[in-house]
């Protein structure tokens, strides 16, 4: 919570993965602090094909949404959501002074968040015959490759997970040794 001239901010941040949770948040913090004047946010959401949204809800353009999407810019993170629910005071701040308890506000709760790392991860099928599994495994171990699932017989299949950033180095590193096939798995 943040204190400005009698006004309180309250801050809260959510993991978010499409516009229909954002929104069952925003209600659910409506119906719990029903009795505030404004519920400012911010969201962004995806990877390669960034989505955002910041809101005003009823301050002066640019004073609440924009300070609180500027610090999930500013933590680099996505797949967010910042609330600020704000009760007023009596005292209006003027839009700079929106602008530094939202933007302080959105701060605080980030700093304050446990931020989940996750990595992008590309999956690859590979086919080969057992009398290959030297060659295949020295590749694995070499590029601390996770085999998610396994078959193995006369003919043998793995399920890989590569992260994204290595997936094309190790791709070729299998396509090099000739003796297998490798296919890219989409979900």
Known sequence: MYKEKGSKFIGFA???TSED?????IEELKKKHHSARHWCYAWQM???EIQYRANDDGEPNNSAGQPI???????????VLVVVVRYFGGTKL??????????????????EAKIIEKTIDVHFQLNFEYVDMNKVMRII?????EILQQKMALNCEFL???RKKYAAIVQQSFEDLRCLK??????
């Open 141 to 145: 171990k070499e590029h601390n490759i």
């Open 46 to 48: 995806g990877i390669e």
């Open 182 to 187: 490798i296919k890219e798995i989409t979900e």
């Open 21 to 25: 949770e954002v929104k069952i948040y």
């Open 14 to 16: 959510f993991p978010v």
């Open 69 to 79: 999407y500027g610090q999930i810019l500013s933590n680099e993170i996505t797949n």
């Open 94 to 111: 003027g839009v700079g002074g929106l602008i530094s308890a939202y933007k302080t506000t959105a701060k605080l709760i980030l700093d």
């Open 160 to 162: 890989i997970s590569i």
